[in-house]
């Protein structure tokens, strides 16, 4: 039986959610999801390859670069993650290998706050 919520108003929010920022890029096959909170300040990241968690991580201040990897059914994926908290942004150097089709690497900004 499900439980009576009666009790929550309509648009009752934490505040805290609107200072959220989250998302994704995707390259390729690999996706970089990412949760920025500004007040640590820090950025949690996840690297998944074909849907398959491959790396997770933090970058704060003092550990602002990260590297993520791993291989998926012959995909293989390694992504470096670095941080400029001054800046607000959070850049990536990814390289990507598949069966037949070989290597390629991209680079790009995942994130400015």
Do not use: C
């Not at 499900?2 to 996706?31: E, K, M």
């Not at 849907?51 to 933090?58: A, P």
């Amino acid at each position: 039986m499900a439980r009576d919520l009666s009790h929550i108003q309509d648009f009752q929010v934490d505040a805290s959610a609107l200072d959220a920022i989250n998302g994704s890029v995707s390259v390729g096959s690999l996706q970089i999801g990412y949760s920025v909170d500004p007040e640590a300040p820090s950025v949690t990241l996840t690297a998944q390859l074909a849907g398959v968690t491959i790396g997770t991580g933090t970058l704060t201040p003092s550990n602002a670069q990260l590297t993520l990897g791993g291989g998926v059914s012959g995909l293989k994926a390694e992504v470096v993650l670095t941080a400029n908290f001054q800046s607000k942004q959070v850049t990536y150097d990814a390289t990507l290998t598949a069966p037949l089709v070989g290597s390629t690497e991209r680079t790009g900004t995942l994130i400015s706050w």
